[in-house]
C-alpha cells in the first residue's frame, strides 16, 4: 500500500512532461463492444429506426476523433464551426451568474476542446481556477480536449481528471458523482453538455432528468447548448438535414464508425439525410446508410459474427434535433432545472431557409420560481419570440 501511494504522489511530476495524459477508466471497456455489436444486429427497418449505432460510438476511436476534428473546421459544415467561434462571445453574459470563490468545472462530452477553453480562461482570468473534468466515452476525444482546452491556462496538472465513462448510463452517473464529490467537497461544480450533444440522444429529456437527478446540488450549475428552430414544418425540417448533407467532412466523419465496426464497403451516394417533424418539440434529423445494391450484404461485426445487411435495410448512424421554445421548456421543466441566464445566436441563413440558431443556458437544479432569468441576444432570438 505504500509503495501504491508513493506511486500515486509521483503523478503530479510525471505529469509536468506535457506528452503524458493520465485518464480514469470508469467502465469495463469489451461491454462497449458488446453494445455496438447489439445495435448492429437489430432487425432490418427501412427507415433509420432499426440497426443503428449509437451516440457516444460515433466518437469512440481515433478514426472518428480525427474524422470529428476536421468536420468541425469544414466551411461547408458551418453549424458547428460557428456555433465553436460563437461560444467565447455567449458565454461571457453568464460570468457573473455563478457562485463565489473556486469552481470546478465537469464538461461532458468536451468535443474538441475549444469551447472548455473558453470557460476555463474566464475562470483563470478572475483567479476562480479548479479542476478540470473532462468526461467522455472516447479516451481519444479526451486527449483531444486537454490538448485544445488547456494551453496558456495557469491549471495545474494534478487539477486535470479525465475520466473515460459513458454518463447516459444511470449507474455511471452514481461512480461520476461519488468521483466529483470527494475531489472537490462541497465547493460548487460547473458542469456542461455544450454543442447540441443532448439531441444526439434518443431519450434527451430523460437523460437531462437524469444528469440533473444524479449531478446537481444547490450550490452547483449547469450549463446546456441547444440548437433552436422557430419553424416547424416540412420544409424546416429538410433545410435542417440539409445542414449536415451539405460537408463532404462530415460524411467522413459520419461513416468513420462503420468502416470501424462492421467490413462494409462505404459508397458516399448511399447516406441519407431525413428531417422530420417531432410533435411540437423539435425538428429531427436522422442520418441513415441505406443498402442500395438490389442484394442482400453480410455485415461482420467487431465479434467476428456475421449479419445479414438486406436491400433497401438501413443503419442509423446519427440523430439530433433543433428544439423549438416549446420543447425546449418543456424537458427543463421535466428536468426539475431553473434558469438563470440564456444567450441566443442566429445562424447565417439564406433568405429563403428558416432562421436556426444557438441557445446556451445557464441552469440550476430546483423549480421553484424565481427571479426572470438574464438574457442576452445576439442578433434576433432564433426562437422568433
Known sequence: MMERERAVHRIPEILRDSGWTVCLVGEEQSGKLAQVTAGLRRRPDTTGSGKLITSGFSYWGLESTVAWAHACNDLYYP???????SFSRRWQGMGGLLPDGPLHYVSLGPGT???????LRS???????GCYV????????????QREALPHLHVAPADVLPVQLDFSLPANLDRLSTLIRRTVGDEPVLYSLLGNTLANFD???QLLALLAEKLL???DRFLLEVANTAAQDEHAARAAAQEYENSPRFREFV????MQYTDLQIDLNSLSYEGSVEDDRALLVKVVYRNRTGETLELTLPDRSTVPFPDQDTIRLLLSRKYTRTGLEKML?????????????LGHTAFDRPAFGMTLLLLQAGDVPGPPPVRATTGPNPFGD
Open 217 to 219: 446540488r444547490p450550490q
Open 203 to 205: 431519450s434527451d429529456g
Open 134 to 145: 473532462p468526461v467522455d466515452v472516447s479516451a481519444e476525444m479526451l486527449r483531444l480536449a
Open 79 to 85: 453549424v458547428m464551426r460557428e456555433s465553436i467561434a
Open 113 to 119: 476542446g475549444q469551447k472548455d477553453q473558453a470557460v
Open 255 to 258: 461513416t468513420s464508425a462503420l
Open 333 to 345: 421543466v421535466d428536468a426539475r432545472l431553473a434558469k438563470l441566464g440564456e444567450t441566443h445566436e
Open 123 to 129: 475562470l483563470d482570468g478572475q483567479d476562480r481556477r
